[in-house]
């Protein structure tokens, strides 16, 4: 069974550009959760999607959004980027319930140069 | 909202010893996740334990949802042991937004 799949793995990207992340979950599972990892923050939740549909959001400026697709695949878009979303995004999936275990994706490594 | 605090936050043992990770929260939880993080930066799940305890190979879990905590036991740590541990719940309240805490990061030394 194929696990949760994030691409692209590694990105460089310039200030002021735009990018674009995708997860691919796991078959049958209907919840993608998106995380962003810095040293200085640990792990912070930005958004997570069932069918859908946007259930719960962190505290991030609108310049981070996301979406998720009929077939339950998930992007996360951040415009105008600055230094600091330099990071490592995480993604999760799970059957959606409130009481189901998350199992995570390997990461896209973001550099904003 | 919710704290995490995760004890201790750094930690060295010689390779055969046994260490208790600790994880503490502020409020009633509907789910809670232990991840072992890797090198690379994937989360590897270790446990799903809202509550109860549950044991695999030389690693076990105990969460006590009523007094708020959970323990992490490694017993006879290996290097590939290494790497930083985290505790994730999934507040009662709050809806379906999980919180991290900071992490434990254990250094096994051969």
């Known amino acids: 069974k194929a696990g949760v799949t994030q691409t692209p793995r590694y990105l460089i990207k310039t200030r002021g550009q735009q990018v674009t992340l995708s997860c691919s979950p796991i078959?049958?599972?209907?919840?993608v959760s998106w995380y962003q990892q810095t040293p200085g923050q640990g792990l912070q939740f930005l958004f997570e999607?069932?069918?859908?549909?946007?259930?719960n959001k962190g505290n991030f400026p609108g310049r981070f959004s996301g979406r998720q697709f009929s077939n339950s695949r998930s992007e996360m878009n951040v415009s105008t980027l600055e230094l600091g979303d330099s990071a490592l995004y995480l993604c999760?999936?799970?059957?959606?319930?409130?009481?189901?275990?998350?199992?995570f994706g390997q990461g896209t490594r973001l550099t904003v140069v | 909202g919710i704290q995490v605090e995760q004890s201790p936050p750094d930690l060295i043992l010689q390779e055969g010893a046994n260490s208790t990770l600790r994880c503490n929260f502020s409020?009633?939880?509907?789910?809670l996740q232990w991840f072992h993080q890797n090198p690379w930066g994937q989360l590897i799940n270790l446990f799903y334990?809202?509550?109860g305890t549950k044991q695999n190979g030389r690693l076990s879990a105990t969460t006590v949802a009523t007094e708020r905590y959970s323990l992490l036991y490694i017993s006879s740590s290996q290097t590939t042991d290494s790497g930083v541990y985290f505790c994730?719940?999934?507040?009662?309240?709050?809806?379906?937004?999980?919180?991290f805490g900071a992490g434990t990061r254990l250094f096994v030394k051969a």
């Open positions: 409020d009633s939880v509907n789910n």
């Open positions: 994730a719940v999934v507040p009662y309240t709050g809806g379906f937004k999980t919180i």
């Open positions: 334990i809202p509550s």
């Open positions: 999760a999936s799970s059957f959606g319930q409130i009481n189901t275990e998350a199992f």
């Open positions: 999607y069932f069918s859908e549909t946007q259930r």
């Open positions: 078959s049958g599972h209907r919840s």
